[in-house]
């Protein structure tokens, strides 16, 4: 297969029009030199075009390897709407058919909109155009299975107006828009979305009362209360039977109560025995909060780690006088960030850590797209443990190919696509009349046999 385009991914318009007509005009606007820290994304967004667009008029942008570099100059084209080329179209055009636009999406390219802030001021930028990155990559990776798209993106950042990039043309043909990720722009996008009878996906923690009036938005994220609910509702089917052990850890400053008392609550609606303990306790004390009979499952108050080494340094002296015990740790997401610290005993004490998201770092499909990424953009991606770029591609990846595969009747729910999260799952449930919100949530098991499963519900 020839090699793909690395930065943009766009289904290409073809303009067919006469050589010796196009050269009685220039065909470039102008030559840019490159300034220091300037890059191909803000070069073309500054003249009007899209990324594939610059590329094209610059061949040489396709060599594998290549580099923009201070010093450079590089050709501008005329943006599509430039009036010196419309005139040229239009003295050149034939008459034909009226061309019959095909509106059933399943039938035709997916037509996305990006509406996020993509710039380098800040950290929420860079953020997002490495999520962008990752729809890119999406998209390219559909191509591969005949699935076509065409992407637009707005630079949508925290002040801008959200009518102007609204009343772009092009944001009404879209199938699918991704945005915003202010609270404050959803009531626009969220209209606009169903006006023109278009999917909206909020990817990221907003928490808005539009998802229950809606019902063409697709929200990824869960409030607390819904998560808290979720993780215990796991744990419950998980562990039924056990003994639960809870740490109190005596950390003023913890959100991780809203867990423990929906925990608390769960297990005494259904008689489940469990013991609360002091992290600070003596070691007879913090031994009779253990079951000799049963399996015993800890959860502790907080998500710190100076806490976590506490509670793992007791639970291993506990180990030492008392082997028999059965013990599994049950941990927050925050967890995730320690493995460097506590791996073994992450594996030790058998522990499952909750969360929406996870990518392994032992899986090849992750390093491969670690490598496509590095690749296509000549750097790596931020040293985020949620990693941004592989958030756009998931998310991009499983709502396009729902949309190509059912159209305006796809509703996210789980089995519809078939396709297996390389860090993100999303199955998404109707709530109420209104919206569709993800329900996903997954456990990360580090085993007693030091290996890494996840379970998906």
Same mark, same amino acid.
């Given at each position: 297969?020839k090699?793909?385009?690395r930065?943009?991914f ?5 303009s067919?029009?006469?050589?010796g007509?196009?050269?009685q005009v220039?065909?470039?606007?102008e +030559?840019h030199k490159?300034?220091?820290k300037e890059t191909?994304?803000?070069i073309?967004? #500054?003249?009007? %075009?899209?990324? *594939?667009?610059l590329i094209?008029a ?9 580099e923009l570099?201070?010093?450079?100059y590089?050709?501008i084209p ?8 419309e ?5 050149l055009?034939?008459?034909t058919?009226p061309?019959v636009?095909?509106?059933?999406m399943?039938q035709?390219?997916?037509r ?6 993509l710039?380098d001021d800040?950290?929420d ?7 962008y990155?990752?729809?890119l990559m999406?998209c390219?990776?559909l ?7 065409d992407?637009?993106?707005w630079n949508?950042?925290?002040?801008s107006d959200?009518?102007h990039?609204?009343?772009?043309p092009?944001?009404?043909?879209c199938d +699918?828009?991704?945005?915003p990720l202010?609270?404050?722009?959803v009531k626009?996008?969220? #209209?606009f979305a %169903?006006?023109h *009878?278009?999917r ?10 539009e998802l229950?009036d809606?019902a063409?938005i697709?929200?990824?994220f869960q409030n607390?209360n819904?998560?808290?609910n ?19 850890c005596?950390?003023s400053?913890?959100?991780?109560g809203s867990?423990?008392t ?8 259904e ?5 609360i ?5 003596s070691?007879a ?7 000799p009979?049963?399996h015993?499952?800890?959860?502790l ?8 080494n506490?509670a793992?340094?007791k639970l291993n002296?506990?180990?030492?006088t008392?082997?028999?015990l ?5 941990g ?6 320690y493995?460097?610290?506590h791996?073994d ?6 522990t ?7 990518m392994?770092?032992?899986s090849?499909r992750?390093?491969?797209?670690k490598k496509?990424?590095r690749w296509n ?10 990693h941004y ?7 991009a990846y499983?709502m396009i190919k729902?949309?190509?595969?059912y159209g305006?009747?796809?509703t ?6 078939g396709y297996?999260?390389l860090?993100t ?5 109707r709530i ?5 919100q993800?329900r996903a949530?997954l ?6 046999q ?7 519900f």
């Open positions: 297969m090699r793909l385009f930065y943009f766009l289904l290409t318009v073809f067919f029009v006469a050589e007509a196009m050269s220039p065909k470039f606007k +030559l490159v300034k220091r191909i994304f803000g073309a967004r #500054d003249n009007g %075009l899209t990324i *594939d667009e094209e610059n061949p040489e942008m396709k060599t594998p390897g290549y570099r201070k010093g450079d590089i050709k005329f943006p599509p709407a430039h009036p010196e080329m005139s040229v179209n239009e003295q055009q034939m008459p058919k061309v636009v095909e509106r059933d399943r035709r390219e997916i996305v909109g990006v509406m996020l802030p710039h800040n950290g930028g860079r953020r997002m155009v490495e999520y990155r990752g729809v999406a390219d990776s191509r591969a299975h005949g699935i076509s798209t992407v637009r993106a949508l950042a925290e002040h959200v009518q990039v609204l009343n772009d092009k944001a009404a043909d +699918l828009i991704i945005g202010y609270t404050k722009q626009a996008l969220g #209209d %169903l006006r *009878d278009i909206l996906l909020i990817p990221f923690s907003i928490n808005s009362n229950f809606n063409n697709f929200q990824v607390g819904q998560t808290n979720s993780y215990v509702f796991r744990f419950y089917q998980r562990f039924k039977g056990s003994h639960v052990v809870i740490i109190d005596n950390d400053t913890s959100t991780k867990f423990t929906v925990l608390r609550r769960k297990l005494e609606q008689g489940a025995t469990y013991s303990t002091n992290l600070k306790s070691e004390k913090f031994r009779q909060s253990f079951s009979a049963k015993n499952v800890v959860v108050n907080t998500s710190r780690s100076q806490e976590l506490v793992f340094a002296g506990l180990k030492m008392s082997a028999d059965q013990i599994s740790m049950f927050y997401p925050e967890w995730l960030m493995i460097r610290q791996l005993n992450f594996y030790k004490f058998d499952y850590i909750p969360s929406t998201y996870y392994s770092p032992l090849h992750a390093e491969h797209f496509k990424y953009f000549h750097q790596d991606m931020q040293p985020y443990h949620q770029a592989v958030t756009g591609f998931d998310q499983f729902g949309l190509h595969m305006t009747h796809f996210g729910a789980s089995g519809m696509v297996t999260p860090q799952p999303l199955h998404f449930e109420g009349n209104g919206g569709l993800n949530i456990f990360v098991h580090y085993t007693p030091n290996k890494i499963e996840t379970i998906n």
